[in-house]
């Protein structure tokens, strides 16, 4: 790298830049990662005690989580919840990605794509703030279901986990929508046809002929949809209840309320190596090969 | 069965754009019929329509005496092959030509049986496990022709099929498409740029242009009395000389071709004395010596091309108009040569006089 760095720029130009990856790299990537690996395997002292006899590395804080019935529960749930937010994202967004690209007149499809893009531009809290006023239990989406005549009484959206639902597949559905929309943009028009002509029907043409072109591009879509949902912040704190709880709510109390970052960082690598963990294990399951999802 | 395809009255329109102008055609039931015409004239569209991925505008579509307005494509007797085969790729050659059959849920066991002698008539036996993309240009066609069969199909729609393939193989493929066509009774429709493929395959050809049907007719006919300058310009090449009319005796017609002097060939239609005409002489109907009642243009020659068995001369006559002439060898002698004047005869019944004296 430094060679080819260094005949297009200049050595000294070169090792300016590879001087700025390296500290960009090590200095606000590996380090600190480093140093949460070494915190979360150290127990919580005070200042006084660390480096004493009783700072010695141990299991202890990842241990913490298997015995703690209520966050493994909302562990377990965050990881079911964060699936239910794919599948959900999933089933909203290949129609609008096949619509995008096979169906729509071009026009049409960028003026789809701008007016999927445009709230993007809003900062995610004020997009879920907004989902906070339309599901309110006296806001307009109640409203309108009231005025249409398809309910009695207001629903309420925020209670229990439709919120967070909700919010999430909104937040996340370009993460989907891209990488379906972009696998079965390079699907031939004609094979479309040939499936139709051939006798299929509408259902058993995207089955066999467009999904498993498309099945890099909704893998790659699952895969991001899911570590955001996972790791998603916001949207519980938002438009969750007590009730609906997400995992990282948990880690943000250990680091911030409990003031334990040692019992923050090895909750938060678990539910790093688990989430990872599990995408492998679907990837394996639907015979995804990491290859194609760099594709 | 009854598999004969019927344009009635139909008309295609795209926004302000008519493709198809008004046309009523019958193709009967187990002909190879072909449409021949420049690209953007409008045959991919009848073959569209035909299948069912588009409606017409007026007009309907009958396939066996049966409206087909309203049935949508998967339920039509059609089955295509186009023009990039669209072969599925994820599936193994045996999945591909079975597709069909899957689709309208015959059993895996009668699925390979049928691929199988699909398979054996397209002369691919035991590749039935094979990728898509571990076959050759050559195989490949002959898969998406065996997968369009296996649905039995009452028509078979075939948009320019061939023209990916090199010479030698599209010659060949030529050859197999028809023997499959007379081995299965099948209706084939076959859309086409290539005249050569048209002309050898067919029973009958329409020609194209502009979304109107020029002429309907068998090869020998398009090529010997082409009814429209398009057709006698299109078909095969043509010297087209104008004039006016100024002798009508029954089918023949005398021009006056200013410089050229009179000129005299056959007609279908009854052309006024007067109007203004096209002498249309093909260049293989030249001759350099004149016998009796023959008639004879002057020409001088631009360029004289050996191409094995002919010979091309490229002349010009008085007028500044270009030839094309086309001699076997033996007539060559070393007169003929850039620069040289060049006398040439043709028979009258070889000529053809079409009205409008714009000819290209």
Not at chain 1, 152 to 171: N, Q, T
Not at chain 2, 294 to 315: C, K, P, Q
Not at chain 2, 335 to 358: F, H, T
């Amino acid at each position: 790298m430094f060679s080819q760095l260094k005949s297009r720029f200049g050595s000294g130009l070169a090792v300016g830049i590879i001087g700025m990856i390296a500290i960009w790299l090590i200095g606000l990537v590996i380090l600190p990662q480093i140093l949460m690996v070494d915190y979360s395997f150290r127990p919580n002292l005070l200042p006084a005690d660390i480096g004493g006899p009783k700072d010695v590395y141990s299991l202890t804080n990842y241990e913490t989580l298997f015995s703690n019935k209520i966050h493994l529960a909302i562990f377990f749930k965050t990881i079911w919840s964060s699936v239910l937010v794919t599948g959900l994202t999933l089933v909203v967004s290949y129609p609008i990605a096949f619509y995008l690209a096979k169906v729509a007149t071009p026009q049409k499809a960028a003026l789809c794509l701008l007016l999927l893009i445009i709230p993007f531009w809003i900062n995610e809290i004020l997009r879920t703030f907004s989902w906070y006023i339309i599901l309110a239990y006296k806001g307009p989406l109640n409203a309108l279901l009231l005025g249409l005549g398809l309910i009695d009484r207001p629903v309420r959206f925020l209670s229990g986990d439709g919120g967070v639902l909700i919010g999430m597949v909104y937040a996340y559905i370009l993460f989907m929508i891209f990488p379906i929309y972009n696998a079965i943009e390079s699907l031939d028009t004609n094979q479309i046809k040939a499936a139709r002509n051939l006798g299929a029907g509408w259902i058993r043409t995207h089955w066999r002929v467009v999904i498993p072109h498309a099945k890099p591009g909704i893998a790659t879509g699952c895969i991001m949809t899911f570590m955001l949902a996972a790791g998603s912040y916001a949207v519980p704190a938002l438009l969750g209840s007590p009730g609906s709880r997400w995992f990282t709510q948990i880690i943000y109390n250990w680091f911030f309320e409990g003031g334990d970052w040692n019992q923050g960082a090895a909750y938060a690598f678990l539910l790093l190596i688990i989430c990872i963990g599990f995408i492998a294990l679907v990837m394996r399951i639907f015979k995804v090969g990491l290859g194609d999802i760099a594709k | 069965m009854d598999s004969s395809v019927h344009l009635d009255n139909t008309v295609m329109q795209f926004g302000d754009f008519t493709a198809i102008q008004k046309t009523d055609l019958t193709i009967q039931s187990g002909e190879f019929f072909s449409f021949l015409g420049p690209s953007g004239c409008g045959k991919t569209t009848i073959l569209n329509m035909i299948s069912g991925f588009i409606d017409p505008t007026q007009g309907d579509i009958k396939i066996g005496g049966k409206s087909m307005r309203g049935v949508p494509a998967n339920k039509r007797p059609t089955s295509m092959i186009f023009q990039n085969l669209a072969l599925f790729p994820l599936m193994t050659v045996a999945e591909n030509i079975e597709f069909g059959l899957e689709v309208r849920g015959v059993s895996k066991s009668e699925r390979k049986k049928a691929s199988d002698r699909l398979l054996e008539l397209v002369a691919l036996e035991g590749s039935g496990a094979k990728k898509v993309s571990e076959l050759s240009g050559g195989q490949k066609q002959r898969i998406a022709i065996a997968r369009a069969l296996a649905v039995e199909p009452q028509v078979l729609l075939l948009d320019e099929p061939l023209s990916a393939l090199d010479l030698k193989l599209r010659q060949h493929m030529r050859t197999e498409l028809k023997a499959i066509q007379r081995k299965t009774g099948i209706t084939f429709i076959y859309i086409t740029h290539d005249q050569g493929e048209a002309l050898t395959m067919s029973d009958r050809v329409a020609v194209m242009s502009a979304g109107r049907i020029q002429q309907v007719a068998d090869p020998i006919t398009l090529y010997r009395d082409p009814h429209t300058a398009f057709v006698a310009s299109f078909v095969g090449e043509n010297n087209g000389v104008s004039g006016k009319v100024i002798e009508a005796n029954s089918d023949l017609v005398v021009l006056d071709c200013g410089p050229l002097g009179k000129l005299a060939g056959r007609s279908q239609s009854n052309i006024a004395v007067g109007a203004d005409a096209t002498l249309f002489i093909r260049p293989e109907h030249f001759r350099l010596q004149a016998e009796n009642g023959m008639h004879t243009l002057g020409a001088t020659i631009d360029e004289v091309n050996f191409e094995g068995a002919y010979l091309t001369l490229n002349a010009k006559t008085p007028a500044d108009q270009a030839l094309s002439i086309q001699l076997g060898t033996h007539q060559y002698s070393e007169s003929l040569k850039k620069g040289a004047p060049v006398s040439l005869s043709y028979n009258e019944r070889d000529a053809i006089v079409i009205a409008g004296g714009d000819h290209v």
